[in-house]
């Protein structure tokens, strides 16, 4: 808003208007210039911009989806969804690695790299002193070839760890936690040898160069000690550790598994919650990553957790009524399909989780239509009928139909809608098959062929 404090005639002046079609010489009453008049310039400005950057995600994705991440690093609600939107575009975004990533996320041919400046407690200084390292010598060929040739004042433990744990030193060993066990070892042998050196002292094969022992050659970081042998880091440890690093999973995800058969049982995605309506069950496979307690004062229990999915994340609540019946599922780190509804008060999206199941245990009914019966209008009606006395009361039934429409060439899964969820598995497979529909249980976990 603006106060108009003097005012003078120009003549007739071209101007760009918002293109009112009667006099208005843009004032309230109070003297101040009414805030929504824009000239048409600044739409146009807008348009442009518009313009340029579809054009260079049409012709230039790779290049365009890079510097989207490079400028939104630091927004962890908007990479993960940026991430998606590669996967979408069949543009991979590969783990950092120390070997080829820069400071920024870099375009390849088909893909993009994950940039080292992304890394938590990886600062800038420790970069800069890799790239030099690498630039000088190239690349790394074990942690101990690392740790040799870069300065350990500036690029620290704890630097090291990070981007072992999130993945950015697989090209040196696939095995993490065989390398953070041997960090420790092998960074204090290159302070001593770096000692040594300041002093003019080296080992007998930085003086011969290399040992030749018939054919092999030992250098000096060949005989770098190393901790007994372990077991590497099982698969959820790696994907919590990346997720702690990256603010989000890079080489996988927990719910990836069922992202096929999870996108049939539950179409709607946190990216789009905002614009689903009100007051209607949606159901979401999400994954719990935080976890908040709380007792009301009534003494019930509830609790106010972080949600994710493959395309974005929310903040969900379970009141104490629901919290009763499901408080055993709702844990960090579970994979759960929830049902519930979006409430909007305070100027903020909330998902109100009124039942949820872990995805294990989530489980549906797998009936086959052919094609022609697709449109027999009283095959319909018994399917209907068939379904509807199988149907229990309100949240009761949770297990979805799923109808497969067989043709001769090709099938397609479709979810049929939550007013034909049905109460038990077994008995609503047995129903189908006795009305002459093919019908067979089935659960989340389960790959399903088209």
């Given at each position: ?12 002046q071209t ?25 048409k ?5 807008y348009?442009?911009?518009?313009f ?42 590969e ?18 790299l ?6 938590r ?9 890799i790239?030099?390292?690498r ?9 101990a ?14 630097a ?5 744990q999130c993945?950015?030193m ?15 070892i092998?960074l ?15 080992s ?6 290399s ?7 030992v ?28 603010g ?14 999870g996108?049939?049982?539950a179409?709607?995605?946190?990216s789009h ?9 949606l ?9 908040k ?21 929310a ?5 104490p ?11 960090a780190?579970?994979r ?6 979006v ?12 039942d ?12 086959e ?28 039934a ?8 067989k ?5 397609q ?9 049905v ?9 189908l ?17 088209v």
């Open positions: 808003m603006v106060k108009i404090v003097r005012r003078r005639s120009l003549g007739i101007v760009y208007d918002i293109g009112v079609t009667q006099d208005h010489n843009f004032l309230i009453q109070s003297g101040v210039v009414a805030s929504n008049c824009f000239n310039s600044h739409s146009t400005a348009g442009y911009v518009t340029q950057t579809a054009y260079l995600k049409a012709n230039y994705p790779v290049e365009y989806m890079a510097a989207l991440l490079t400028a939104n690093s630091g927004d962890q609600d908007k990479i993960p969804r940026y991430i998606t939107t590669c996967l979408n575009m069949s543009i991979n975004v783990p950092p690695d120390i070997n080829r990533s820069g400071v920024d996320f870099t375009p390849l041919e088909h893909s993009i994950f940039g080292l400046s992304a890394v407690n990886v600062g800038q200084a420790a970069i800069d002193n790239l030099s390292a630039d000088e010598k190239g690349p790394f060929q074990s942690l070839d690392l740790c040799d040739r870069i300065d350990p004042r500036v690029v620290n433990k704890r090291l760890e990070a981007l072992i993945g950015g697989d090209c040196l060993d696939l095995n993490r936690n065989q390398l953070v066990q041997d960090l420790e092998i204090d042998w290159a302070q001593s040898r770096a000692r040594d050196k300041a002093i003019g002292q080296g007998i094969f930085d003086m011969m160069g040992s030749n022992n018939g054919s092999v050659q250098s000096a970081v060949d005989s770098a000690p190393k901790a007994a042998p372990v077991a590497d880091f099982p698969e959820g440890e790696k994907l919590r550790l990346e997720k702690e690093l990256l989000f999973y890079i080489s996988n995800h927990p719910l990836r598994e069922v992202e096929k058969t996108r049939l049982m179409p709607i995605s946190l919650l905002e614009s689903q309506p009100d007051n209607i069950t159901s979401a496979i999400v994954l719990l990553t935080e976890v307690p709380i007792v009301t004062k009534k003494g019930d229990r509830m609790a106010i957790v972080q949600i994710e999915d493959l395309t974005g994340k903040e969900a609540v379970v009141f009524k629901s919290f009763e019946r499901i408080g055993e599922h709702i844990i780190d579970r759960l399909m929830v049902w519930g509804k409430d909007r008060r305070d100027d903020r999206n909330q998902f109100i989780i009124d949820a199941e872990p995805i294990e245990d989530v489980k549906f009914v797998m009936v239509i052919p094609a022609q019966d697709a449109g027999n209008i009283q095959r319909q009606q018994q399917l209907k009928e068939v379904l509807r006395s199988q149907a229990g009361e309100g949240l009761g949770k297990v979805s139909v799923v109808a497969k429409i043709g001769d060439r090709q099938s899964l479709v979810r049929l809608g939550a007013q034909f969820r109460l038990d598995q077994n008995t609503t497979v047995a129903a098959n006795n009305a002459g529909f093919a019908a067979m249980a089935s659960h989340l976990m389960q790959e399903i062929s």
